[in-house]
């Protein structure tokens, strides 16, 4: 799988054009195996363009639209955040509408062998 590197974060190049609900997004996050997993708000936040709209994405291609965080929104167990890439707006919504999924993982140090 492509990715690109932001910021320490390795993140899919692109999502795979299917929108889920949270918990189908979240399966399919693990799905990818090797670390992947849906990103926090924060980190979500993180790749937001907010020069630019239509997507306001560092990440291209990017669809102007939302995106899911796996950040619980404290004041609905109902919801969860996640970011509308038009605009780059974060927005708390519900666990079962269904939107994209641009997963994340940690980035791996290069292991250096010795001479």
């Not at 492509?2 to 299917?18: H, R, T, Y």
């Not at 109902?78 to 919504?93: K, L």
Request: hydrophobic letters at 30%.
């Amino acid at each position: 799988m492509e990715a690109i590197i932001i910021d320490g974060l390795e993140w899919q190049a692109k999502d795979d054009g299917n929108r889920r609900s949270l918990r189908d997004s979240i399966i399919y996050a693990t799905t990818l195996g090797d670390g992947w997993r849906l990103p926090t708000i924060e980190e979500l936040i993180s790749i937001i363009d907010f020069t630019t709209h239509g997507p306001a994405c560092k990440i291209k291609p990017c669809r102007s639209s939302y995106y899911w965080s796996n950040s619980p929104y404290a004041n609905n167990s109902s919801t969860a955040w996640g970011v509308n890439f038009f605009n780059g707006y974060v927005y708390g919504n519900y666990k079962d509408f269904r939107y994209y999924a641009r997963c994340v993982r940690k980035l791996r140090a290069i292991q250096q062998g010795g001479c």
